[in-house]
């Protein structure tokens, strides 16, 4: 396990130490879990009070620093004054002893999920690890390793004092939950509540299947060289056919009923807000499929080069409502099937907008890096791994793998390009060489106000900047939700 330069990566973002080859939980927070699993006639912990007592003295025990005093007090208020007291006696009596025993059981999961990293896709590296700016890759993690990974967060476990320096997002919980202390609203609780809703679930049924997170980079258009994106000659001179348009003046991304890449309109921290004061449209998403949170742990900011691709989380959540009306609604089956490699089919694709005066949109420097973002966004790059990588043996649920000598990284970036090749061809020779762009099926983009609202793009040109951009990467159509906006209503017919 020591020489595993995946594990050696995220291992400093972990609240486990390696010794003799095996991970470990400190003998302490053993303890402290031990006694939770147990419930509360041995830990104590019946109480936000006492919980939040615990957690503090497990932070110390890895050394971490000590909880702001709102963090704590958002704990007390959530568990001893707004759930009720008949949910909050189920959450001491049977979600904490079963989040503590899934933590117990993290070290050997995670073991687990070594062993098998190597032979998920051959030749592949799929293992836990951080995913470093300019650096394609992908992870693969079970939802059960995911659920011990977001109960580290609700336990605010994770080290956090060095994910600064790698430009990482925030993991833990606590300004969730100082954020309900500090300025209360329905809506904070309300993300608090989806939240607690995936705990009881998943204490409810283990999930099993898989989840995979990508990060896609625009490979360089001339090696060594510093352009790392089609310039406004390519676009220009790009004769491809524009896809199909569909407006939907009703309805939601996460709702649409194609299988179709669904867009994230993603801060460059992946997650933005969530785990804070945020409720927009990437918060919303990130609450009522949490196992995106999982992300946030080691997926630094987006470059203007790179987007980041998330398939198969599940949805456990209804709501009404946005930003400050957004409501917790109950519960929600997810019915999507799932793919060979035990993904549900949820392709969710994050990309970050410019955030700018309106007018400085429509400079060429914002244009081109708004449809180079987008570009990158909605290339199917897994289309090659997987038909390369992976034979289906239909007499068995299990996968039989094929050898490659194509790195995932070099699939994405070792690719050359000649400056005399026509417009029309570069997609084709270049941004998706190997990736069988042209085999999408209904694998369709649904999108809708990009980098809009407070980023002060402007709604028709956004639009059509995605439009451009799906039509590239040779994608069938592009649903378009206009959450009513009137000015897109004919998108549609101004072709």
Request: with cysteine; glycine share 6%.
């Amino acid at each position: 396990m020591e020489n595993r330069d995946d594990l050696n990566s995220i291992l400093p973002y972990l609240p486990l130490v390696i010794r003799s080859s095996s991970l470990y939980w400190p003998p302490r927070v053993v303890e402290a879990l031990k006694a939770m699993s147990e419930g509360p006639s041995h830990s104590r912990v019946d109480s936000g009070e006492v919980l939040r007592q615990a957690i503090s003295d497990m932070r110390r025990s890895l050394s971490c620093s000590t909880l702001e005093p709102s963090a704590s007090h958002g704990y007390a208020l959530i568990f001893d004054e707004l759930i009720g007291e008949k949910e909050s006696k189920r959450w001491f009596d049977e979600i904490i002893p079963a989040l503590a025993k899934l933590l117990l059981k993290f070290p050997s999961l995670l073991e687990e999920h070594y062993q098998n990293a190597d032979s998920i896709v051959s030749g592949i590296e799929t293992g836990l690890r951080l995913l470093d700016s300019q650096q394609a890759g992908i992870v693969f993690l079970s939802q059960e390793l995911i659920g011990a990974l977001l109960a580290c967060s609700f336990f605010c476990l994770f080290p956090d004092d060095n994910r600064g320096a790698k430009h990482l997002p925030q993991i833990n919980f606590d300004h969730l939950f100082a954020t309900l202390y500090e300025s209360y609203s329905e809506s904070q609780e309300s993300k608090i509540t989806c939240i607690m809703h995936y705990f009881e679930r998943f204490c409810s049924c283990v999930p099993i299947g898989t989840v995979s997170f990508e990060r896609k980079i625009l490979p360089a258009e001339y090696r060594n060289s510093s352009i790392t994106a089609p310039d406004a000659d390519f676009w220009s001179k790009s004769d491809v056919s524009l896809c199909a348009f569909k407006v939907h003046p009703f309805g939601l991304i996460e709702d649409q009923p194609d299988n179709a890449l669904e867009v994230d309109f993603a801060n460059k921290y992946l997650g933005g807000g969530s785990l804070s004061r945020g409720c927009v449209q990437e918060e919303i998403r990130f609450m009522i499929n949490p196992e995106l949170i999982a992300g946030m742990l080691f997926l630094p900011r987006m470059d203007d080069n790179e987007a980041i691709e998330i398939v198969g989380t599940e949805r456990f959540s209804c709501y009404t409502g946005y930003a400050s009306s957004f409501r917790f609604a109950g519960d929600f089956i997810d019915k999507k099937e799932k793919d060979p490699f035990q993904r549900r089919i949820t392709r969710i694709v994050a990309i970050d907008a410019l955030c700018a005066p309106k007018m400085r949109h429509f400079k060429e420097i914002c244009l081109l890096r708004e449809i180079n973002k987008a570009l990158c966004g909605f290339l199917n790059c897994s289309k090659s791994w997987q038909h390369q990588n992976m034979v289906i043996d239909e007499g068995d649920s299990g996968l039989r793998h094929t050898d490659t000598n194509t790195s995932h990284g070099a699939l994405l970036n070792d690719v050359e390009m000649s400056r005399e090749k026509p417009a029309n061809n570069l997609v084709r020779d270049f941004y998706v060489e190997g990736v069988d762009c042209m085999d999408h099926e209904d694998d369709g983009v649904a999108t809708g106000n990009w980098g809009c609202g407070v980023f002060g793009g402007d709604l028709e040109l956004k639009a059509t900047i995605q439009w451009l951009a799906a039509s590239q990467t040779r994608r069938p159509f592009i649903s378009y939700y206009t959450f009513g906006m009137e000015a897109l209503q004919n998108l549609d017919q101004d072709r």
